[in-house]
T-cell receptor
Framework: AQSVTQLDSQVPVFEEAPVELRCNYS??????LFWYVQYPNQGLQLLLK??????LVESINGFEAEFNKSQTSFHLRKPSVHISDTAEYFC???????????FGTGTLLAVQP | EAGVTQFPSHSVIEKGQTVTLRCDPI?????LYWYRRVMGKEIKFLLH????????ESGMPNNRFLAERTGGTYSTLKVQPAELEDSGVYFC????????????FGQGTRLTVV
């Protein structure tokens, strides 16, 4: 069975500091990996995804994630965060015969001035 | 183009009552999903429609939950009778294709059973 682990439930960070949100997955088959973000009082939005090809994927707002097959990880990083990045971030896996997303428990990124 | 729309945004009901959640997917999206997040836990899959047919309902908690998708358009999720543990945020998502394509999510319905 597939699973996703987000070890950090909450990550406090100061504005303009770098941040890494960790995600590890478990799967016996090839997977597609996603990061979704939920801003306060909004729905889930796709931040970035890995389907195939380059293992480093980037979003339009400066986030990037690297697929590491040997470590079964898909950590999300940003070199300098803004107050507006405060949100909950969800890592998800989609693969095999299941046509559904398997989510982690989410990481709340709290950016402080 | 309108996104995925869910009604209501919030619902507070008493234990034993019935609640119906509605989801309007993006027009043309054959795939419609329901997910639920219980407070502090992961977002869990409930079921998947392809057009009006239930493709996978393995995540439905029990027979108090009934989902329908009329004519392959909007979907409803009824909880009858509601229990305290049904409280959570119910998300609907739709996608045009399957594997690896982006699923667009609604804002969710926050259900509180008291």
């Amino acid at each position: 069975a597939q699973s996703v682990t987000q070890l950090d439930s909450q990550v406090p960070v100061f504005e303009e500091a770098p941040v890494e949100l960790r995600c590890n997955y478990s799967s016996s088959v090839s997977v597609y990996l996603f990061w979704y973000v939920q801003y306060p009082n909004q729905g889930l939005q796709l931040l970035l995804k890995y389907l195939s090809g380059s293992t480093l994927v980037e979003s339009i707002n400066g986030f990037e994630a690297e697929f590491n097959k040997s470590q079964t990880s898909f950590h999300l990083r940003k070199p300098s965060v803004h107050i507006s990045d405060t949100a909950e971030y969800f890592c998800a896996v989609y693969g095999g015969a299941t046509n559904k997303l398997i989510f982690g428990t989410g990481t709340l990124l709290a950016v402080q001035p | 183009e309108a996104g995925v729309t869910q009604f209501p945004s919030h619902s507070v009901i008493e234990k034993g009552q019935t609640v119906t959640l509605r989801c309007d997917p993006i027009s043309g999206h054959d795939n419609l999903y329901w997910y639920r997040r219980v407070m502090g836990k992961e977002i869990k899959f409930l079921l998947h429609f392809v057009k009006e047919s239930k493709q996978d309902e393995s995540g439905m908690p029990n027979n108090r939950f009934l989902a329908e998708r009329t004519g392959g358009t909007y979907s409803t999720l009824k909880v009858q009778p509601a229990e305290l543990e049904d409280s959570g945020v119910y998300f609907c998502a739709s996608s045009q294709f399957l594997q690896g394509t982006e699923a667009f999510f609604g804002q969710g319905t926050r259900l509180t059973v008291v």
